[in-house]
């Protein structure tokens, strides 16, 4: 997801983990070995892919990991403040997002599910990493809880208010295929469709 607006007054309670280079442990019998993040390709709307429903992850290993760290990296690099494997056409239910202000609180939910959801509904701008340079409002749950494994396969649940609720919400849109331009008129995504659809074929720039 992409924010456009600073967000104010978040209290998301989660767990976080440091960001760190993937080293394995030296010995006299092994190499160092150094795995550099990779930047990966993010699908544009309306590719058909983004509309694939993501299997659970069976176990949070190595590959995961990885994934994990790809795709913060991507997530990054692209000033976005979730990014879900989906957009990425892994098709596996993993979600990374940042929304915090000083972009330095990476989250990762392997296997999120939603727990709870406050009856009190909220309008917010969104925007997404698949569907460049377009934002509208979308109505969502003002809060959520989701449960969900960390990047060490610990179970945790987050409490998500304000850009975060908006921003899991719709990264989990993704893993069931759904992108948030769904949620406009027919009238508003076919205008979105044909002008992404034309700006791949005129191969612009999109950022
Ligand atoms: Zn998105």
Known sequence: MRARLAQTSLRTVHKCFPVLPRVAAASFQYPVLVVPMARL???RYPDPRLHTVAKPVPAVDERIRRLVDDLLETMYAAEGVGLAATQVDVHERVIVMDTSETRDHPIALINPELTWASEEMRVAEEGCLSVPQIYDKVERHASVKVQALDRQGERFEM?????????????MDHLRGKVFVEYLSALKRDRIRTKLLKKARDGQRDD
């Open 159 to 171: 409490h998500a208010e304000g850009l975060a609720a908006v921003c899991v919400q719709h990264e």
């Open 41 to 43: 390709n993010i699908l």
